[in-house]
């Protein structure tokens, strides 16, 4: 089974600046996507960025970046120019190609952007 | 209409009502989930389901009862349970259970939750 792991429980940063939250995971595939996911205080499951294994360019979605190391199985998130709305707790998940019915979640980072 | 509407928002049961969860997509997506979420934990599957049969069942106690009337709504009816079943309970869905490479972007659509209180 792969494993997922947020090594940060908590991070905080101030807004306009910028943070990295960390996640490595373990997998024998090669195949796989990987996600960032956000959850809010109103408990939603929101969808950051998405990053495809075969996919050699780091994905970006505005504010948000990631940087995916396939060799060191890393994926970290890079959030800029922080914003209040961005606290959250944010979830880094994995997905196997194929035969992968569902996410594997890390256990999450609780992000707090003070002003 | 990228939505997952789940209902109700709020729950409250005692240990032994019967009640149900209910979840809706219309986006045409074949794979529905059920996750339990307890409070700074990440969810946890519990049931999927692929073109409306039951793909995965997570070693769930059986007084939980999903069931998949149709492409569009998941039910989870919940019986007998107990006070350490109170959690938030998240549908999700998304286009296929199992993907084809570079042919699906693979990521999970998720309602905003049921929190369930059971006494």
């Known amino acids: 089974a792969q494993t997922v792991t947020q090594s940060q429980p908590e991070m905080s940063v101030q807004e306009a600046e910028t943070v990295t939250l960390s996640c490595t995971y373990d997998?024998?595939?090669?195949?796989?996507?990987l996600f960032w996911y956000k959850q809010p205080p109103s408990r939603q499951m929101i969808l950051v960025i998405r990053?495809?294994?075969?996919?050699?360019q780091n994905a970006t979605e505005n504010r948000f970046s990631v940087n995916f190391q396939k060799a060191a199985k890393s994926f970290s998130l890079k959030i800029s120019d922080s914003q209040l709305g961005d606290a959250a707790m944010y979830f880094c998940?994995?997905?196997?190609?194929?035969?992968?019915?569902?996410?594997?979640f890390g256990k999450g980072t609780s992000l707090l952007v003070t002003p | 209409d990228t939505e997952v509407t789940q209902t109700p928002k709020h729950l409250v049961m005692g240990m032994t009502n019967k009640k149900s969860l209910k979840c809706e997509q219309h986006?045409?997506?074949?794979?529905m989930y059920w996750y339990k979420q307890k409070a700074k934990k990440p969810p946890e599957l519990m049931f999927v389901?692929?073109?409306?049969?039951?793909?995965i069942n997570e070693s769930v106690p059986s007084r939980f009862s999903p069931e998949c009337p149709n492409s569009s709504l998941l039910n989870l009816h919940l019986h007998a349970l107990q006070p350490e079943d109170s959690a938030l309970y998240l549908c999700?869905?998304?286009?296929?259970?199992?993907?084809?490479?570079?042919?699906?972007?693979?990521?999970?659509?998720f309602g905003e939750g049921s929190r369930l209180t059971v006494l």
């Open positions: 389901y692929s073109y409306e049969k039951l793909s």
């Open positions: 997998t024998s595939e090669s195949d796989y996507y």
């Open positions: 990053q495809e294994a075969y996919k050699q």
């Open positions: 986006m045409g997506h074949r794979a």
């Open positions: 999700a869905s998304s286009q296929f259970a199992t993907l084809v490479l570079r042919q699906n972007t693979g990521e999970l659509f």
């Open positions: 998940a994995y997905r196997s190609a194929g035969s992968g019915y569902a996410l594997n």
